[in-house]
C-alpha cells in the first residue's frame, strides 16, 4: 500500500508492506531523501479500533529549510489526524492535517526552529464516532497507544 501527499514540486511516499514501512520525500530541486528504514509495524489487531503508532517523526533540512515527515498506522475506526505545532513557549502555531488512507496515516510540513526544539507537538486523532483525542507525538513515537 503507498500514502502520498503532493504540494507543487515536493512530493511524500510512505510505502507499506508487511515487512514494514519506508518513507521519501522528494524537494523542489528534485533530490529524493529516505526518512526511516524498514520497520516492523504493531498489528492492526493490537491497534484495535482508535489506537495509533507513529513509526517515522524525522526532520530534514531542504535549500528552503525545515521540513518535518510523519507516518503511522491508526486503529479501524480512525478517520483524521492532526498534527498539532508548538512554539517553545507552548503556544500554538498551526495545524497540519494528515493524509488517513486504509488504516494508515502521512504527513509533512514546513517547520521553523522554534516548533521543532519545542518537543510538545501533539496529535488529535479523530473516531468515526465524533470522539477525539489528543497525544503527545514524542510519547507516541516511543510507544504506540493501543485501543
Keep these: 500500500m503507498v500514502i502520498?501527499?503532493?504540494r507543487g514540486q515536493y512530493a511524500y511516499v510512505?510505502?507499506?508492506?508487511?515487512?514494514?514501512?519506508?518513507?521519501?520525500?522528494?524537494?523542489?530541486?528534485?533530490?529524493v531523501t529516505n526518512t526511516s528504514i524498514l520497520t516492523v509495524l504493531t498489528s492492526t489487531e493490537r491497534l484495535g479500533a482508535g489506537g495509533v503508532e507513529l513509526?517515522?517523526?524525522?526532520q530534514l533540512r531542504t535549500d528552503e529549510g525545515y521540513v518535518r515527515i510523519m507516518a503511522g498506522h491508526?486503529?479501524?475506526?480512525v478517520t483524521?489526524?492532526?498534527?498539532?505545532?508548538?512554539?517553545?513557549?507552548?503556544?500554538?502555531?498551526?495545524?497540519?492535517r494528515a493524509t488517513v488512507r486504509d488504516g494508515y496515516f502521512g504527513a509533512w510540513y514546513p517547520e521553523g526552529l522554534d516548533e521543532s526544539?519545542?518537543?510538545?507537538?501533539?496529535?488529535?486523532?479523530?473516531?468515526?464516532?465524533?470522539?477525539?483525542?489528543?497525544?503527545s507525538a514524542r510519547?507516541?513515537?516511543e510507544q504506540p497507544k493501543l485501543d
Design 80 to 96: 483524521s489526524v492532526e498534527i498539532n505545532l508548538r512554539t517553545k513557549d507552548g503556544h500554538s502555531s498551526r495545524t497540519a
Design 139 to 141: 510519547e507516541l513515537y
Design 74 to 77: 491508526v486503529g479501524s475506526q
Design 4 to 6: 502520498g501527499e503532493k
Design 55 to 58: 513509526y517515522s517523526w524525522g
Design 14 to 31: 510512505n510505502a507499506v508492506s508487511p515487512a514494514g514501512s519506508q518513507t521519501c520525500f522528494r524537494d523542489r530541486n528534485g533530490d
Design 117 to 135: 526544539s519545542s518537543n510538545t507537538t501533539t496529535l488529535t486523532v479523530r473516531l468515526a464516532d465524533g470522539s477525539a483525542v489528543n497525544l
